[in-house]
């Protein structure tokens, strides 16, 4: 893949760096998983703070580049060449996350992360401020869809700050933003720790068409009996919170109210991992 597929605009403003390395709340010894180091210019940052950092970069000319500035026998940096979204990302235990994102990946990138629950300690991410906007938006407002309520259902997002294009080398064509995600407690939904596949796959059927009604995209999964009683199957998903999300659900499963031809299926259900997120390019 060429350098401008991969994503590769360096950071090159020092205060956004320091900015990033303090907004992980880490602290020295702890161990960070760095997504994309590039050149090092975060990289360096935190290994300034006295943080270890195992970090993940695809391009093997970096990867060699990384290896030449802080040897693993002399440094606290360990760098793997491999694709994040293929690396077992569990491997170190728990760890704080940082990165400046490639962007044509993030969405894949972040349900990766959600999968580590409680592994993630914390992540600080930068991305395009489009999407940023999406991970903190509030059901009903214009950029709520999927990637928000699967996001505030795994973690507790924040938006920290805006980052121009003149922050980087290249300068990419779009904004970027950098946010905070925390994981959620278990307790926001009442979603059993073996339901969560079949509940983000419930997730993605309610969202699979934004203008649709939650009772058209339910309809092949769930039974039409059940979604006659149910008053917010006349709203979108899009206006519909993540509690409510949540109680439709649990009252879906608690009375068996999926479709015949589901019901034949949960057993089965698989997450839609790695799956296109509706709405994405
Ligand atoms: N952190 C550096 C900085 O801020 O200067 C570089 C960030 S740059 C936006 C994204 C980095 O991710 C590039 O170094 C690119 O080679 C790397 N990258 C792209 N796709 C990747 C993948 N699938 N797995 C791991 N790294 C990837």
């Known amino acids: 893949m060429s350098r401008q597929k991969l994503g590769q ?11 990033i390395a303090a907004s992980l709340e880490a602290t020295p010894e702890d161990l ?4 994309g180091p590039g050149k090092g210019a975060l990289t360096k940052v935190l290994l300034d703070r006295g943080l270890r950092v195992e970090a993940v970069e695809l391009d093997p000319e970096l990867v060699e580049y990384l290896r030449g500035q802080w040897p693993p026998e002399t440094s606290k940096l360990r760098v793997h060449e491999a694709d994040v979204l293929e690396a077992d990302l569990a491997q170190w235990g728990p760890v704080w996350i940082a990165g400046n994102l490639p962007y044509y990946i993030t969405s894949p990138i972040l349900r990766r ?4 629950g409680g592994q993630m300690r914390s992540a600080v991410l930068l991305m395009q401020r489009e999407v940023a906007d999406r991970l903190v938006a509030t059901p009903g407002s214009r950029d709520y869809g999927f990637l928000s309520a699967l996001t505030q259902w795994r973690t507790v997002p924040e938006l920290l ?10 300068p990419p064509k779009v904004e970027s933003a950098v946010v905070r995600l925390k994981p959620a407690a278990d307790s926001l939904t ?20 934004k203008r649709k009604t939650l009772r058209n995209n339910l309809r092949a999964h769930v039974s039409g009996d059940f979604l006659s009683t149910r ?6 998903a899009e206006q519909v919170g993540l509690y409510e999300m949540g109680a439709l659900f649990r009252a879906i499963q608690d009375t068996e109210g999926w479709s015949r031809v589901r019901r034949g299926g949960i057993a089965t259900a698989k997450p839609p991992d790695g799956a296109r997120i509706p709405g994405e390019s």
């Open 32 to 35: 960070v998983l760095e997504i």
């Open 161 to 170: 700050f805006r980052v121009p294009p003149g922050a980087f080398h290249v």
């Open 9 to 19: 605009h360096f950071l090159r403003s020092q205060p956004v760096l320091d900015r």
């Open 231 to 236: 008053s917010e199957a006349k709203l979108r």
């Open 113 to 116: 992360l959600f999968a580590l």
């Open 190 to 209: 009442a979603v059993a720790s073996e339901e969560r596949a079949l509940f983000e796959e419930f997730l993605g059927w309610c969202f699979a068409q």
